[in-house]
Nanobody, 125 residues
Framework: QVQLVESGGGLVQAGGSLRLSCAAS????????MGWFRQAPGKEREFVAA????????TYGDSVKGRFTISRDNAKNTVYLQMNSLKPEDTANYYC??????????????????WGQGTRVTVSL
């Protein structure tokens, strides 16, 4: 089992940047595909990005391609989401998630086993 704790959210102006971090407990972090999702009020949870177990492969949701970058440091049990050129529509609670199944870069949130509590990102005009 793994516990996930996100940090780095906050208020930023449109066009600005934020970097989210997700720290994982346990010694098996490198066995998990990691993903970032977001959920705005009244909307469904949306896939943002995922990274393979050793960081060699990534995939992104269409709305963030070219602006967001997912990365991981298995030595630090941490996954990151660098968010650039932020837009007001990026405002949401951002969650990291771990997929223990070995599936390759799942984008469906129901396929992830473990979730953090979320960190709020607000982008103002």
């Amino acid at each position: 089992q793994v516990q996930l704790v996100e940090s780095g959210g906050g208020l930023v102006q449109a066009g600005g940047s934020l970097r989210l971090s997700c720290a994982a407990s346990g010694r098996t972090f490198s066995m998990y595909t990691m993903g970032w999702f977001r959920q705005a009020p009244g909307k469904e949870r949306e896939f943002v990005a995922a990274i393979s177990r050793h960081g060699f492969s990534t995939t992104y949701g269409d709305s963030v391609k070219g602006r967001f970058t997912i990365s991981r440091d298995n030595a630090k049990n941490t996954v990151y989401l660098q968010m650039n050129s932020l837009k007001p529509e990026d405002t949401a609670n951002y969650y990291c998630a771990a997929d223990a199944s070995g599936r390759f870069l799942a984008t469906n949130p129901t396929l992830y086993n473990y979730w953090g509590q979320g960190t709020r990102v607000t982008v103002s005009l």
